[in-house]
């Protein structure tokens, strides 16, 4: 039975020792409990399915399926779980590909002791988590095209820094703090961004900001 006052994780990936190394590197975080493993995409599916859980911490290569079929089975399936990539591959078309099939959160497996608590704690506030490797590898690959300059021209220049903040993963009260504005100012310059963009979703926010190589900066 789920605990529900813990953040709720499920660990998928192929090598259980991985496995092994984050369930202890989790277990000991308060607030974090691994409620379910799996190593293959099909138990996978089925486990989370039954546990619902908060997390789903999942690799792209597993051994009967794609990872990223896995990750688009599960978000037809509309559950509340939020999911992070644990990847070996932090390529361009890789990380593209993770977040377009639903993916919260891109971490490399290299990173993993140092950032996949902070991946957890920031997809589970309701923001993305694009580790520096996966953003700096997108925004190194990708040139604006005129449609999204022209795009680019409808936003003022305090609506175009709260589009790069947000698409790096800072929290309306952090960029506020950055930016000398409350939370709520921030909030009404990203429904703006919304507005003038068509992009209603967040993962449509930072698509777009790396396709217009806004988060160059990010290192």
Known sequence: MIDNKKISVILVDGHKILRDGLKALLDIEDGLAVVGE??????????ITEQEPDIVVIDIGLPDMSGLEAIRIIKEKKLKSRIIVLSMHTK???V???IQAGCSGYVPKSSAHTS???AIRTVMS???FLHPKAATALAATIT???TIEERLKLLSDRELEVLR???MGFKSREIGEKLIVSPKTVETYRQRVVGKLDLPHRSDLIKFALQAGLLEEFE
């Open 126 to 128: 309701g923001e993305q």
């Open 165 to 167: 903040l947000t698409a």
């Open 144 to 146: 604006a095209d005129k």
């Open 92 to 94: 361009r078309d890789f």
């Open 116 to 118: 996949i608590l902070e």
């Open 96 to 98: 593209m590909q993770a």
């Open 38 to 47: 799996a190593g293959t995409g099909r138990d996978a599916i089925r486990i």
